[in-house]
């Protein structure tokens, strides 16, 4: 079964900029589209990013555009985002996965941003 560690969340005033990566186990991860997701108190867990196995084909969600990018490593099993012009709207636990879901969730990362 493969699991997914977060890691790269924080604290940061609106306009900075953090780096989130995902580790994957297993050897499966590289024949996968993965994504970012977000989820807030209250709210439905909702599309960031997204990249399919090669690694040549993004997409994002309106909200984050022109500011995140979603990029892998299939030798190492790692998808990342990197968020640039943070906005305090932004604030959520950031969990990856393949784009579909079908993996056991992460435990995710906190992305706080103070205005």
């Known amino acids: 079964q493969v699991q997914l560690v977060e890691s790269g969340g924080g604290l940061v005033q609106a306009g900075g900029s953090l780096r989130l990566s995902c580790a994957a186990s297993g050897r499966t991860f590289s024949t996968y589209a993965m994504g970012w997701f977000r989820q807030v108190p209250g709210k439905e867990r909702e599309f960031v990013a997204g990249?399919?196995?090669?690694?040549?084909?993004?997409t994002y969600a309106d909200s984050v555009k022109g500011r995140f990018t979603i990029s892998r490593d299939n030798a190492k099993n790692t998808v990342y985002l990197q968020m640039n012009s943070l906005k305090v709207e932004d604030t959520a636990v950031y969990y990856c996965?393949?784009?579909?879901?079908?993996?056991?969730w992460g435990q995710g990362t906190q992305v706080t941003v103070s205005s």
């Open positions: 996965n393949t784009k579909e879901g079908v993996w056991a």
């Open positions: 990249i399919i196995w090669s690694g040549h084909i993004t």
